[in-house]
């Protein structure tokens, strides 16, 4: 049977596993679809992980963002900004000040390549990474509530 392109990448993602104790690539996969990387031909595979575990960061940045500031979100931000308890706003801050943090910090990997500065940038980030998640399944939990909400008193209106 011949090697896949994903069965490569596995291989060549167990040696840096095995060799630096990342998470398992089924974990990677999990949270930063490692498996696309498998589309790239590169002979720096920790970059292009950490660049996949940045782009999602970036994703969650640009979201929290629109919470933060809301003037150019699109209309519904601003029903979703309404709905924040004073706690879920200083989470948003925690939140934002986390994911720049990393953003800064893979520019910098980016601008003068490190392959041990790399590797320790995903394993760091990776841990991090399961406590951001919660962070904002807290967030995304109270404004998927909240949103319920308005929309039961929607359909409690009689619009004539």
């Known amino acids: 049977m011949a090697e896949t392109s994903l069965d490569e990448l ?12 990342l998470p398992s690539f089924s974990e990677m996969n999990q949270d930063f679809e490692i498996e696309k990387l ?30 933060m500031n809301p003037s150019s979100a699109p209309i519904f931000f601003f029903a979703m900004v309404k709905g924040l308890d004073t706690e879920e706003k200083k989470l948003l801050e925690e939140l934002y000040s986390e994911l720049g943090k990393y953003e800064v910090i893979s520019l910098a990997l980016d601008n003068e390549y490190n392959e041990e500065k790399e590797l ?33 008193k929607k359909d409690k209106c009689y619009l004539g």
Request: cysteine-free.
């Open 38 to 67: 498998q589309e790239k031909e590169t002979e720096i595979l920790s970059r292009e992980i950490r660049r996949a575990m940045i782009e999602k960061s970036l994703a969650y940045l640009r979201f929290v963002e629109m919470f």
């Open 10 to 21: 596995k291989k060549q993602y167990e040696w840096l596993r095995q060799r630096y104790k």
């Open 120 to 152: 320790k940038f995903i394993k760091d980030f990776y841990n991090k990474w399961q406590e951001i998640k919660k962070k904002f399944s807290r967030i995304l939990k109270s404004v998927e509530k909240d949103w319920e909400k308005k929309g039961e």
